[in-house]
């Protein structure tokens, strides 16, 4: 989230599209409510499913699952057509102004530089025009063809009304209800806030669904200010935190990047991470880049990184492809690439795409180790459960092992919520027989590695035999002196080099925060964005101060948000060029002529002048980007390209299939299904009793919710005999499930390009083990394919075919 | 049990017992008396009160977990009642029909307790000891690193990456406990190393 969740009170219009809040999040959703009774915001609903949320909104705008770029582009078209656009902003605020090289060029669906046969592009067109001075040409006018907004205005031309409801099946009435009153908020005093969940990342253009709603926001003044933002409702209670820190195959934590082989020193690395301002006078925050790479290094290796060996860059493993991600280790795994296997906390027999395909993979495995306080279903993949785990036992070679692990209500440390706000807990109950905490579990495995290492020797011994471990008992670091670690401390002391009496750093402290980090070897800090989190103030995360000064919705001095406890992001552009705030009754930070102030801490230098640095600190630009360069795969600006299984042929260009610049494996494309076999529009969804594969485990949730079934409506029930309560079996091209039918008016049939378009639902909550009923995933029917920058399973759109059935499965 | 029945022996049992007590010199008769002694005592007296955050979705609400037992002063703490935190900005003491189960959570049945192993093609999980568990599992990770790690690739680069065994990290574990894993982890040179953000 770009701000948080007591901010959602502070806006004028809520857009819940991709996302259930009042069932997903229920008690975030209640500052919805608040805005709804309090300042008499508006509530938005556009969702194939008549939800909870969608029950309390002021319009419910139906959409076919896998066409929220047509609808978002159709906004966009909507509100440059309609002069619907905070100018202010856009001009000073965003890259609009900037022109585009001339080689940059769109026909057909397809961007310049498309090469079929490796399904990616040569980027090297999507970019700005670069002056003599070295920096980014500008038109002030926006008259010139070629800058970024007459490219965008051309590009969104062709998503009119008529387009909308063509593809997304939503009324043209009803999108044009919705795009009026979004278009309202491009009022300098008015604001939106996007609040978007799986709904929108769970495809295999996820990420350009959510660049595309940025893109709205940006036009219409949204981002930075009280009431408005990006919203991700994040899912797990530590997700926000566990990506922070980069566990993930391509990352360092504070968002840094892994080396890859073509990078193969540190100057190498850092040829491509200077991030030199591309306008004059611009922040560029990136700059520091050497700063936190260093000082985490510094954090890993201690004195065995020196200036000498480049800080221990050799110890980082280098990447050879874009990422090792779940779906590419499950391909390596189905190849029998992969021997040994750890799932900490994490179930993906239920929780990836084409459960065949993970069960063959999981049974290559020579071994599998299980952290979890609970028993799941990957624990027991090669168990044999009847039609609900059809394995053949005996046959499965893996050696698996279990270990228990403590739960949240026996472990003491800190969980980053979805609004960046690391809020520490503590322990209070007693573990269960001999259920140990993670941090020991992972201490043990480390410092038992590190021995045989000692005794034995091995292959490059030198990462692990010098890892930092300087905890009071090694075998069991405490999460205080962990959290220390992340915050970071001064290795040696520094002093001023004008005058070496005046002491900068004294050796030992805890950073401030990554304002002071250094690039000498002096600091040492394991996640420069946690930076500030525990420093010599103490353990801010423990912060329970809930005073809110003129009930800004700020609550600043409650725990500690990343980064710098700064609630709001680019909250400078809050204000206008001048440093007014755009609403003065919603103020969040002001410029008095020689500082910013305001209710949070400032998205700039404070000493920053308001007319010279752009509010966008961590561009080289300056500005938020409309045209994204080359950071996106399948193109600078989204384009609608169908789910990979759809019920149309992409109505721009039928010859594309899905998105075309998404990885998908070979054997993949050979199991994708088409409508003529498969004709139903298939998506999954939580249920608001449950908790993923969780809950399932608990006795009041399990009789809530206590079995398996798929929603439709009450048209296809009568179409295909389908009796409510009746079974029936749902397939797919990959597998098959049995399930009792829900029939609800809550999903319509819709009509896109001409044709009718049934929607099946299916909740994700049942499995082999727990409290509940036995039963069935969609993960049982789901294609094996992610977004193309992200690689977020495509769960929300794919295609099934549905029959009544006489009786329920064998167990 | 029959309410009515079980109430009026227990009244006829404890009514003269309590006659003349404090209470009774209060005013109150016997019946009342008995019947004051016949409540349950506040099923929150005398516990434990803790602090922490619904293990479920990002919202982060703020709960207070109530036990038997303390913690922190090194005695066996069993939690008997959870409710959401009053006091915290965001939920301000509400709870979800998921986060007003997590005691169920914390005592499922299926809640893991000792270690277990698997032997392959067996059909059942068999009790192991902690040093057995750990020891067995570095010895198969070191052998599988020693002899599949790649130093250089064909170009000749130093790589140092051990891509036959991967780690998924959770995403309810602490911050505390992602930094420990991502330094075990990381330093061994894997990179088939992923999250739960997806899914």
Redesign the interface.
């Known amino acids: 989230m770009t701000n948080?969740?007591?901010d959602i009170q502070n806006t004028d219009l809520v857009v819940i599209m991709g996302g259930n809040a009042a069932e997903?999040?229920?008690?975030?959703f209640?500052?919805v409510t608040e805005a709804k009774a309090n300042r008499g915001a508006r509530l938005i609903v556009v969702d194939p499913r008549f939800t909870r949320s969608a029950s309390v909104a002021d319009v419910y705008a139906p959409i076919r699952q896998g066409t929220d770029i047509a609808f978002l582009n159709g906004l966009i078209n909507y509100c440059i057509q309609n002069d619907k656009v905070q100018w202010e902003y856009t001009k000073a605020y965003t890259n609009a102004t900037y022109l585009v090289k001339d080689g940059f060029g769109y026909q057909d669906g397809l961007f310049t530089g498309y090469d079929e046969s490796k399904r990616d592009y040569d980027r090297s067109t999507w970019d700005y025009q670069i002056g003599d001075d070295g920096f980014i040409v500008v038109d002030e006018t926006l008259t010139n063809p070629r800058c970024v907004w007459n490219l965008l205005k051309q590009h969104v031309s062709i998503y009119t009304p008529e387009f909308v409801e063509r593809v997304c099946g939503t009324p043209k009435n009803k999108f044009l209800q919705v795009a009026k009153m979004i278009a309202e908020t491009s009022a300098k005093d008015k604001f939106m806030t996007s609040m978007y969940a799986?709904g929108w990342?769970?495809h295999s253009k996820g990420s350009q669904n959510i660049r595309n709603m940025a893109m709205l926001q940006l036009i219409l003044g949204n981002i930075g200010v009280r009431g408005g933002g990006m919203n991700a409702?994040?899912?797990?209670?530590?997700?926000?935190?566990?990506?922070?820190?980069?566990?993930?195959?391509h990352l360092l934590?504070g968002y840094l990047d892994?080396p890859t082989?073509g990078a193969?020193d540190l100057d190498n690395y850092m040829s491509t991470h200077l991030f030199k301002p591309l306008r004059p006078n611009q922040t560029s925050y990136w700059q520091n880049y050497r700063k936190f790479f260093v000082s985490f290094q510094k954090a890993?290796w201690g004195a065995a990184a020196t200036k000498d060996n480049d800080w221990a860059y050799?110890?980082?493993?280098?990447?050879?492809v874009d990422s090792?991600?779940?779906l590419?280790?499950f391909e390596?795994?189905h190849q029998g690439?992969?021997?040994?296997?750890?799932?900490?906390?994490?179930n993906?027999l239920l929780?990836?795409p084409n459960r065949r395909k993970l069960t063959t993979a999981l049974s290559k495995l020579?071994?599998l180790?299980i952290m979890?306080?609970?028993?799941t279903e990957t624990a027991?993949f090669?168990?044999?459960h009847g039609e609900y785990n059809d394995v053949d036992?005996?046959?499965?070679?893996?050696?698996?092992?279990?270990?228990?692990?403590t739960?949240?209500?026996e472990?003491?440390?800190?969980?980053?919520?979805?609004?960046r706000?690391?809020?520490w807990?503590?322990?209070?109950?007693?573990p269960?027989?001999?259920?140990?905490?993670?941090?020991w579990?992972?201490?043990?495995?480390?410092q038992?590695?590190k021995a045989?290492?000692q005794k034995?020797g091995?292959?490059?011994p030198d990462?692990?035999v010098n890892?930092?471990?300087n905890y009071k008992d090694p075998g069991d670091?405490t999460?205080e002196e962990?959290?220390k670690?992340?915050n970071g401390s001064v290795l040696e002391t520094v002093t001023d080099p004008a005058d070496s009496t005046k002491v900068l750093l004294e050796k030992g402290k805890q950073l401030g925060s990554f304002a002071v980090l250094r690039d000498d070897g002096t600091t040492a800090c394991?996640?420069w964005i946690?930076s500030g989190c525990f420093n010599e103030a103490g353990n801010n995360m423990a912060r329970?101060d809930?005073t809110?000064p003129d009930n800004a919705g700020v609550?600043g001095k409650?725990a500690w948000s990343w980064p710098l406890n700064r609630r709001i992001l680019y909250n400078r552009a809050s204000a206008d060029v001048s440093g007014k705030p755009w609403d003065p009754s919603r103020k969040l930070l002001e410029w008095n002529g020689t500082a910013w102030s305001g209710y949070d801490v400032p998205d700039i230098a404070p000493n920053a002048k308001p007319s010279v640095v752009s509010p966008f600190i961590m561009t080289a630009e300056g500005t938020a980007r409309l045209f994204a360069r080359t950071l996106m795969k399948e193109g600078p600006f989204p384009v609608h390209y169908e789910p990979f299984e759809s019920p149309i042929a992409n109505p721009i260009n039928p010859k594309i299939r899905g998105n075309p610049a998404a990885r998908v494996f070979k054997d993949d494309m050979e199991q994708f299904g088409d409508a003529k076999e498969f004709p139903y529009a298939a998506t999954s969804y939580r249920l608001?009793?449950?908790?993923h594969y969780?809950?399932k485990?608990?006795?009041?949730?399990a009789s809530?919710q206590p079995e398996f079934f798929v929603e439709i409506g009450e048209e296809l029930a009568k179409e295909k005999g389908i009796t409510p309560g009746g079974w029936v079996r749902v397939w797919s091209k990959r597998g098959s499930v049995k399930a009792k039918a829900v029939v609800t008016k809550r999903i319509r049939p819709l009509i896109c390009d001409g044709k009718t378009v049934h929607v099946v639902g299916i909740p994700l909550h049942w499995g082999f083990?727990?409290?509940a009923r036995k039963g069935f995933g969609p993960n049982s029917l789901t294609p094996f394919v992610?977004d193309a920058n992200?690689?977020?399973?495509e769960?929300k759109a794919f295609l099934v075919n549905i029959e009544s059935i006489a009786s329920g499965p064998v167990a | 049990m029959n309410m009515e029945l079980s109430r009026r022996r227990f009244m006829i049992g404890a009514g003269a017992g309590l006659a003349g007590t404090t209470i009774g010199a209060l005013g109150f008769g016997d019946v009342e008396t008995a019947y004051a002694a016949a409540i349950q005592p506040f099923k929150l007296l005398g516990t434990?009160e803790?602090?922490?955050?619904?293990?479920?979705?990002?919202?982060?609400?703020?709960i207070i977990?109530y036990?038997k037992?303390n913690?922190?002063k090194g005695e066996?703490?069993?939690?008997i009642h959870i409710e959401?935190d009053v006091?915290?900005?965001?939920?301000?003491g509400?709870?979800?029909?998921?986060?007003?189960?997590?005691l169920?959570?914390?005592h499922?049945?299926?809640?893991?307790?000792?270690?277990?192993?698997?032997?392959?093609?067996?059909?059942k999980?068999e009790r192991?000891t902690?040093d057995y568990?750990?020891?067995?599992?570095?010895?198969?990770?070191?052998d599988?690193?020693?002899q599949?790690?790649i130093?250089k690739?064909a170009?000749g680069?130093?790589?140092?990456?051990?891509?036959?065994?991967?780690?998924?990290?959770?995403?309810?574990?602490?911050?505390?406990?992602?930094?420990?894993?991502?330094?075990?982890?990381?330093?061994?040179?894997?990179?088939?190393?992923?999250?739960?953000?997806?899914?």
Request: glycine share 8%; net charge neutral; aromatic share 12%.
């Open positions: 948080s969740w007591t997903a999040h229920p008690c975030g209640k500052w799986l990342t769970q409702l994040r899912g797990h209670s530590n997700i926000q935190g566990l990506t922070d820190l980069g566990l993930m195959s934590p892994i082989d193969p890993m050799d110890y980082l493993p280098k990447l050879d090792y991600d779940i590419r280790a390596l795994m690439k992969i021997n040994g296997y750890f799932c900490q906390g994490f993906p929780a990836f020579k071994w180790v979890d306080p609970l028993d027991r090669w168990e044999n036992t005996t046959n499965i070679r893996t050696e698996v092992f279990q270990l228990p692990s739960c949240f209500a472990d003491t440390g800190s969980l980053t919520n979805s609004a706000w690391l809020q807990h503590w322990a209070g109950g007693t269960p027989g001999e259920a140990k905490s993670d941090v579990i992972m201490a043990q495995l480390g038992r590695l045989l290492y034995e091995g292959t490059f990462p692990i890892l930092t471990w670091p999460p962990l959290a670690e992340l394991g996640s946690y329970r809930n809110d609550f409650w608001t009793e449950h908790f969780w809950t485990h608990c006795k009041i949730n809530l083990m727990g409290e992610g992200a690689e977020t399973p769960f | 434990t803790t602090r922490n955050t619904c293990t479920y979705c990002a919202v982060g609400c703020g977990m036990s037992g913690l922190a066996q703490a069993d939690i959401g006091d915290h900005p965001t939920n301000r509400t709870l979800c029909p998921k986060g007003a189960a997590l169920d959570f914390i499922a049945e299926t809640r893991l307790k000792y270690p277990m192993a698997r032997k392959p093609g067996s059909d999980f192991v902690w568990a750990l020891d067995r599992i570095t010895r198969l990770m070191k599988d690193r020693d599949n790690f130093a690739n170009a680069v130093t790589v140092n990456r051990w891509l036959s065994t991967g780690f998924l990290a959770a995403s309810a574990t602490t911050n505390e406990t992602a930094w420990a894993t991502y330094k075990v982890v990381r330093s061994a040179g894997m990179l088939v190393f992923d999250n739960q953000a997806r899914v």
